[in-house]
Antibody
């Protein structure tokens, strides 16, 4: 069964850093692009970042560009999101998601077909 | 910056047809995708590439796209379809930036 489990969330002060981890099972992440999506309390979904299966293509929402970095560890079958210079507006539930398009079709990322349950990040002093 | 615009809410009675729209300037060139999110749960893909339905999604869910507007149609809406629905697409030629619409709360009662 394909499963994604996020971890690493918590309470952090503004300006500090946090690293989220997404552990994948039931499939190899080196065959698919991956995404991070967040949802602030009571708000809608916001796409945060994506990475292609070869890691040759990455992208970020304007709101996190220059502060967040997406990466992956094939050996650990895990996806990461390094979040620096955190702001109150980064407070959200962060979802990890698998891209629906198999990697060899294109070194890019498209849409999500499997989601984790999320990990909560709270930025507050 | 690019935006996908959805109505905040749509309300129908059980058995009626619900239509949720998503408007974006790049939609004539880019696919629209639709996600359903029930309270406290992760989103679920219900339509991809404008009109395709993933396996396991009921046939009452359908999608279409014309010009700058994509539409999710739920024919014969059921109480269980009550959820938030989000369209999703990109405006970038290299597919490196994606976004969701603001979401539409569907009420079936």
């Amino acid at each position: 069964e394909v499963e994604l489990v996020e971890s690493g969330g918590g309470l952090v002060q503004p300006g500090r850093s946090l690293r989220l981890t997404c552990a994948a099972s039931g499939f190899n992440i080196n065959g698919y692009g991956m995404h991070w999506v967040r949802q602030a309390p009571g708000k809608g979904l916001e796409w945060v970042s994506g990475i292609s299966w070869k890691s040759g293509s990455v992208g970020y929402a304007d709101s996190v560009q220059g502060r967040f970095t997406i990466s992956r560890d094939i050996a650990k079958n895990s996806l990461f999101l390094q979040m620096n210079s955190l702001r109150a507006e980064d407070t959200a539930l962060y979802f990890c998601a698998k891209d629906a398009v198999p990697g060899p079709m294109s070194d890019s990322f498209y849409y999500m077909d499997v989601w984790g349950k999320g990990t909560t990040v709270t930025v507050s002093s | 910056s690019y935006e996908l615009t959805q109505p905040p809410s749509v309300s129908v009675s059980p058995g009626q047809t619900a239509r949720i729209t998503c408007s974006g300037d790049a939609l004539p060139k880019k696919y629209a995708y639709w996600y359903q999110q029930k309270s406290g749960q992760a989103p679920v893909l219900v339509i991809y590439e404008d009109f395709k339905r993933p396996s396991g999604i009921p046939e009452r869910f359908s999608g279409s796209s014309s010009g700058t507007m994509a539409t999710l149609t739920i024919s014969g809406a059921q109480v269980d379809d009550e959820a938030d629905y989000y369209c999703y697409s990109t405006d970038s030629s290299d597919n490196r930036r994606w976004m969701f619409g603001g979401g539409t709360k569907l009420t079936v009662l």
